[in-house]
């Protein structure tokens, strides 16, 4: 698991981060028991967010996607599943912005 160390408004170092969990190809969530790693992200002091790569149907290619796993675990109706249903995002910058903001929220603008 990696981490993502998040800087404040002023682009310094906030000690405020979160976890990257890498995983790759489609059948990750599907075939697998995870038991074992549900556990282990819930139980993380920051939150967890799993990033796949997927493979593309007609290319090459996979596509990135991430979503906040710990925040899934803990927001699920059903607290026994094992199963994660992955609603991932497209990865990009807009995506990490927005996670970057839950921390520090854009300074408004003066008008």
Not at 27 to 39: A, D, F, G, M
């Amino acid at each position: 698991m990696a981490k993502w160390s998040v800087k404040d408004n002023d682009g310094r170092a906030s000690g405020k981060r979160i976890y990257i969990q890498l995983k790759s190809g489609n059948s990750y969530l599907r075939s697998r028991k995870n038991e074992r790693h549900l556990e282990y992200w819930i139980s993380q002091p920051v939150d967890v967010y799993l990033v796949l790569r997927q493979q593309g149907e007609m290319s090459g290619d996979g596509t990135i996607r991430w979503m906040n796993v710990t925040r899934t675990l803990k927001n699920r109706k059903d607290k026994q599943s094992r199963q994660i249903v992955f609603e991932g995002h497209k990865l990009d910058m807009n995506e990490m912005w927005k996670v970057r903001d839950e921390f520090f929220p854009p300074a408004k603008t003066r008008k």
